[in-house]
Nanobody
Framework: QVQLVESGGGLVQAGDSLRLSCEAS????????MGWFRQAPGAEREFVAA????????YYADFVNGRFTISRDDAKKTAYLQMNSLKPEDTAVYYCAANLRRPGSSWDNDYPYWGQGTQVTVSS
């Protein structure tokens, strides 16, 4: 089992950057595929990005369009989401998630472990 804690959210202006962090507990972080999802007010939760095991591939939602980068540091048991060129429509609560069985999945039901979320607000 793994516990996840996100950090790095905040209020920024359009065009700014943020780096979200997701710190995991437990000894087997490297065994988990990691994902980032987000949920805006009144909207369903949606996939943002995912990364497989160390050295594995990364996957992105179409709306990312090269603006975000997911990465991981297994020594620090931390996953990251670097977000550049932020837009007001990126405003949401961002969640990190972990799964053992389907690394790289964009389906939230594949992820049994979730953090509490971190708020990202982008003003125009």
């Amino acid at each position: 089992q793994v516990q996840l804690v996100e950090s790095g959210g905040g209020l920024v202006q359009a065009g700014d950057s943020l780096r979200l962090s997701c710190e995991a507990s437990g000894r087997t972080f490297s065994s988990y595929g990691m994902g980032w999802f987000r949920q805006a007010p009144g909207a369903e939760r949606e996939f943002v990005a995912a990364i497989g095991w160390t050295g594995g591939n990364s996957y992105y939602a179409d709306f990312v369009n090269g603006r975000f980068t997911i990465s991981r540091d297994d020594a620090k048991k931390t996953a990251y989401l670097q977000m550049n060129s932020l837009k007001p429509e990126d405003t949401a609560v961002y969640y990190c998630a972990a799964n053992l069985r389907r690394p790289g999945s964009s389906w939230d039901n594949d992820y049994p472990y979730w953090g509490q979320g971190t708020q990202v607000t982008v003003s125009s």
